[in-house]
Structure formats: structure tokens, C-alpha cells
């Protein structure tokens, strides 16, 4: 074979090389090259530190300043972590904003993040600062893990843990992180089943009038009986929030409470309104409105019968137009709650622009009367407000007496917690309303 034949070859190899490993922006490795690269790492026996970086709202940079500028930047954040780690240490462009790292040795996690972040979050391109966020996850992998690609992905889940939160600039898979997603995919796997299967039930929690001590009110609550255990709502409705069952579910529920409006009317002279909770995920669906108008009218009851629920956090969501939805919901008759108010930093105005009738003070505020401290000015500010807008107040989580003295002494309309009532099965609520009657 002459020389020149094949120096060709070697250089149409090389080629073919940078084609199959190199990110053409960067010029680091792209994701088939970190593949690679790390497997050889961790096949040698030590411990190794990945971190998964990405810079939050890339497309909006790329949008804003065009995709030169967004190359650029690109270029200069893969620099930038390439001069913040060692020279054996490993970085490559996994896709779009997406940076793979792959460290050696022992590595001091908050430091080297703190590093990452102090370097990246102001970057220069041709003599302009830009200001940037970006949000890492981390996984430090044992020495006897040699699944590349298990590894990998433990530091991206480690990184989709802290989306959302801004002020937190990484997040770290651990083993109870481990043990919390496996115990996430049990419930997934068995969420269908579940439902079809009759294993939610709708538990009521009486809802008292501080002035009359009568029942008015009652919060539908789901719970899941599985095999004779009970799963409790704080555990699965986060989970359904997240892969959307909870659409299903709260039709579910909604529709059980329906039934149950109806059957109480029939025995009782007077119904206590129900509450029921509605996520941001079912308030959104096109259809909602118009489907639990449908379910509403299939038994024979009004919107007026019922309270829906929405946290503060679902109205502080800036890209919906929370007021047109809300005001359709309220011409139909449904009164409107805001549940948990005071943990979900809406801002006062809200409270004025939006078509709500009641607050739901958070049992964080109730846990504190009693004590000397500012969250009873709070609570105070809390009452002013309310009454100044005309607003109906629920206190939630009140369990002693002396909670009970102060929300009747500041005229809280309505009261719920374990002091008056735990969540109760639909026959238990009913001969609590019976029981409450014959107190007059
Ligand atoms: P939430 O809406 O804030 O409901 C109040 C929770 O506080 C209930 O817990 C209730 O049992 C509990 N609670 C009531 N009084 C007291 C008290 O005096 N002391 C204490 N320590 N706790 C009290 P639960 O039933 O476990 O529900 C937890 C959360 O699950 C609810 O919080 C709600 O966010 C969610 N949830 C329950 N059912 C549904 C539903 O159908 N749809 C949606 N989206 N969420 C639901
Ligand atoms: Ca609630
Ligand atoms: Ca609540």
C-alpha cells in the first residue's frame, strides 16, 4: 500500500471519527464520545463523580440573542467547564444545552458546584456579560458500578429533581432518592388497577361554623385502601400530579361526591356544602368545565351544592389566564376556595382580581396561635383582608381549644381539623350530621 493511499485512509478515518464523537459547536466529544469515554473511566476501579449540567432557559437566550449567539455561548460554557475541572477529568455536549462531566478521584460535590455555577452564571461573548442560570445533577458512583448508562441516568434524574426550583442550583441522587423512585413506579404500576378495582374511597372532614358549632361544610378527601392498608394522599398525589392520573382520579372522586350529594338530600333537610380538591392538571384539561357540568346534572344536583379547592400555588402560575377560567367555573354556580393560603407567595391582589368566595388559612398559621410570635400579627393581617374583601375564612389543622377561642374571638367563619372531626367514611359523615342536629 503507497504512503499517500494511506495517509488518505487514516485522515478518512479521523474523519469519520470527529463525525461519529465530536459536537461541531463545541468541540468537545458529543454524547456518543461521553458514552464511551466514561465506560472506560468507570470500567477502572474508583470512585467517579457525574454531573449532568444544563443551562435553564437556553431556548429563550437562543431566541432573544439568535443562534450565533447561542453557539457562541455554547462554546464558551463548555470552556468554562472545561478550565473548572482536571485535565483527565472528562466534559462533552450531550444535546442541545446539556453537558455531561465526568470527574475521578474524590471529588468535594459542593465545591466543584459552586465552582461551575460562580463560572458559568455570568459569561462573556465579544465583550457583553450575560447573566445565565444553570441547574446540575449529581451522581457519585461506587466503584463497583459498572453500568454506564444506569449511571448516567441516575445523575439526569438527580438533575430533573430540582426543576423548577430556582434556588437550587443542583441536586444529588442518593439512596433515598433511589428508594423513592422505585417506590414511585409501584404506585404508577398500580394506579389503573387501583381505580378499576374500587380501592379510592372518599372520605368527608366536617367543616364546623365558629359561631353556631353546626357542621356547614365538609372537605372531600381521597384515600387509597390497598390490601387493607391505607396509602396516604401525601404519598400518591404528588405522583398523579406528575404523570397526570390525577385527571382520573379527581373525576373519580368528583363524581363519588355527586352520588353522595344526592343520597344526603334525600335523607337530610339540609346538606352541608362539599369541597373538593382540583389540581392545576384537571383545572387546565380543555373539557373540565364541561365535564363535571355533565356529571353535576347526571345527579340531579347543582354547582351550588359544591366548593371546588384550588391551592394558592395554581394561581400564582403566570402564563395562564387564571381569572377567565375562574369566572366561567363561577357563573356556572361552583363556589371557589383557595387551599393552603399563605404558603404559596400570591401576591394581595390576586385575592382582589380573582372571583373567589373563601380562603382556606394553612394549618401552618393555626399551628401557631398560642405561640408568641409574629404569625399571629399574621393571622391577623390575614382576618383584616379577608373581611375587607367580603371573603369566607377557613381555618384548617385546628386541633386544641385554644385555637378554637381565638378563631371564634377573630369571627373565622368555618373550622375543620381533629378537634371537631378527623376525615370520616360517607356513613360516618352522615351520622355526624345527624348527631350535630340534635345538639341545637
Ligand atoms: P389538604 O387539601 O390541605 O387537606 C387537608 C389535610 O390535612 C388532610 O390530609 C387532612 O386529613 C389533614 N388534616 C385535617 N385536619 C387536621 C388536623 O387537625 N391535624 C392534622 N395533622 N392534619 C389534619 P390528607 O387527607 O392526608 O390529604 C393530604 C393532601 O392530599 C390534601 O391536603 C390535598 O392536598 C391532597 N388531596 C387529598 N384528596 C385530594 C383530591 O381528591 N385531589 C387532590 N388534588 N388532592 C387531594
Ligand atoms: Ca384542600
Ligand atoms: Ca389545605
Redesign the pocket.
Known amino acids: 500500500m503507497n504512503r499517500r493511499y494511506r495517509n488518505l485512509r487514516i485522515e478518512k478515518r479521523n474523519r469519520l471519527f470527529e463525525l461519529a464523537y465530536i459536537d461541531p459547536i463545541t468541540g468537545l466529544g458529543n454524547y456518543n464520545a461521553y458514552l464511551a469515554r466514561t465506560k472506560e473511566k468507570i470500567e477502572i476501579n474508583s470512585k467517579k463523580t457525574i454531573i449532568i449540567l444544563d443551562i435553564d432557559k437556553f431556548k429563550s437566550f437562543n431566541k432573544k440573542y439568535g443562534h450565533m449567539k447561542g453557539n457562541a455561548l455554547l462554546k464558551r460554557v463548555g470552556e468554562e467547564i472545561k478550565h473548572s475541572i482536571r485535565k483527565t477529568d472528562i466534559v462533552c455536549r450531550l444535546a442541545n444545552d446539556v453537558f455531561g462531566i465526568c470527574l475521578s478521584g474524590e471529588v468535594d460535590v459542593e465545591n466543584i458546584t459552586r465552582r461551575l455555577n460562580n463560572k458559568i452564571s455570568r459569561i462573556k461573548i465579544e465583550d457583553i456579560w450575560y447573566n445565565l442560570r444553570i441547574s446540575m445533577g449529581v451522581y457519585i458512583c461506587g466503584k463497583e458500578e459498572k453500568d454506564v448508562q444506569s449511571v448516567i441516568d441516575k445523575a439526569i434524574m438527580a438533575h430533573d429533581s430540582i426543576k423548577g426550583k430556582y434556588h437550587v442550583p443542583y441536586g444529588v441522587f442518593t439512596e433515598e432518592f433511589e428508594q423513592k423512585l422505585i417506590r414511585e413506579s409501584e404506585i404508577e404500576n398500580m394506579m389503573e388497577y387501583a381505580i378499576r378495582n374500587k380501592e379510592f374511597e372518599?372520605?368527608y372532614?366536617p367543616q364546623i361554623d365558629s359561631q353556631t358549632e353546626r357542621i356547614e361544610g365538609a372537605?372531600?378527601?381521597?384515600?387509597w385502601r390497598k390490601d387493607g392498608n391505607m396509602i396516604?394522599?401525601?404519598e400518591f398525589?404528588p405522583i398523579f400530579?406528575k404523570n397526570y392520573f390525577?385527571i382520573k382520579?379527581?373525576e373519580f372522586?368528583y363524581e363519588k361526591v355527586c352520588e353522595n350529594i344526592q343520597e344526603m338530600k334525600k335523607e337530610l333537610k339540609k346538606v352541608p356544602t362539599i369541597s373538593?380538591?382540583?389540581?392545576k392538571e384537571?383545572l387546565l384539561e380543555k373539557d373540565f368545565l364541561e365535564k363535571y357540568m355533565k356529571i353535576t346534572k347526571q345527579y340531579g344536583i347543582s354547582p351550588n351544592d359544591i366548593e371546588l379547592?384550588i391551592?394558592e400555588r395554581t394561581t400564582v402560575d403566570n402564563n395562564i389566564d387564571m381569572k377567565e377560567i375562574l369566572e366561567e367555573i363561577k357563573e356556572k354556580g361552583f363556589s371557589i376556595a383557595i387551599?393552603?393560603f399563605g404558603t404559596g407567595y400570591s401576591s394581595l391582589n390576586m385575592l382582589e382580581i380573582l372571583p373567589i368566595d373563601t380562603i382556606?388559612i394553612?394549618?401552618s398559621f393555626i399551628d401557631r396561635i398560642g405561640e408568641k410570635s409574629h404569625t399571629i400579627n399574621l393571622l391577623e393581617i390575614i382576618f383584616l383582608i379577608t373581611k375587607e374583601l367580603n371573603l369566607k375564612t377557613v381555618a384548617?389543622?385546628?386541633?386544641k381549644s385554644e385555637q378554637v377561642k381565638y378563631l371564634k374571638e377573630k369571627n373565622c367563619d368555618l373550622m375543620?381539623?381533629?378537634?371537631f372531626a378527623?376525615?370520616l367514611g360517607f356513613d360516618a359523615l352522615k351520622n355526624y350530621i345527624k348527631e350535630n342536629k340534635q345538639k341545637e
Open positions: 372518599v372520605y372532614q372537605e372531600a378527601l381521597v384515600r396516604s394522599p401525601g398525589i400530579e390525577i382520579l379527581e372522586v373538593v380538591n382540583i389540581s384537571s379547592e391551592t387551599d393552603d382556606k394553612d394549618k384548617e389543622g385546628v386541633e375543620q381539623g381533629y378537634f378527623k376525615p
